[in-house]
């Protein structure tokens, strides 16, 4: 997994002003806590924080006034619409502890064409050391049939990895095409009869 270093800053203001002010100048509030410290409010700088965040489950090495903290990104926050980082959460981990994490997972292999893969479970949980935590995980779906599933018991675990996360839980799924053309031309043709206007003999009727 990804290790990367970035120096922060203390925060000495606090607020909604402070706050818009620091991402105006380019900087991210940030908390740290955990391992039963005090909780360390800073600032990263936002370039640097959004390059590291687009890998999965990165350990950020955090420098502050000379002292390092490893950390693991555990809420980010985002602004819904321009998607701009407004603030991160993050907890201290040491190496060689074991943490619960929810890892990708890729299918890997041919599935059956007449099927339409459905992945029900983009990610699952494992309890893995802090400082290997894989970037992502593979489920094997080479021959899998219409109508099969993969579960989070059939994802391939690395030594040293465990599954958290309910085994029976469904990974992916291969739904029958056929069943699902069938289920789209069903739809419009139902609308269509519902909105058909009355014929002379209902109108007599009525």
Not at 17 to 26: N, Y
Not at 45 to 57: D, M, T, Y
Not at 87 to 115: F, M, N, T, Y
């Amino acid at each position: 997994m990804a290790e990367i270093s970035i120096n922060g800053v203390r925060r000495t203001e606090f607020g909604k002003g402070a706050s818009r002010r620091a991402r105006r100048d380019g900087l991210v509030p940030a908390v740290i806590y955990g391992h039963g410290e005090k909780p360390q409010h800073i600032t990263l700088p936002a370039r640097e924080l959004g390059v590291a965040l687009k890998q999965s489950n990165v350990l950020l090495d955090i420098t502050i006034d000379g002292k390092n903290e490893l950390t693991l990104p555990k809420a980010i926050v985002r602004d819904p619409l321009k998607q701009i980082l407004e603030h991160i959460d993050l907890v201290i981990v040491r190496r060689g502890e074991k943490v619960v994490v929810s890892v990708p997972v890729h299918a890997l292999g041919e599935h059956d064409r007449d099927g339409i893969l459905e992945h029900v479970h983009n990610t699952i949980e494992v309890r893995v050391d802090a400082s290997a935590i894989p970037s992502f995980l593979e489920v094997d779906i080479q021959g899998m049939h219409s109508g099969e599933s993969r579960y989070a018991s059939d994802v391939k675990l690395p030594a040293g990895v465990e599954l958290e996360s309910d085994p029976k839980t469904i990974v992916v799924h291969l739904s029958e095409k056929a069943t699902a053309a069938t289920e789209e031309a069903a739809a419009p043709a139902a609308a269509a009869t519902d909105a058909a206007p009355a014929s002379d003999a209902d109108k007599k009727d009525a």
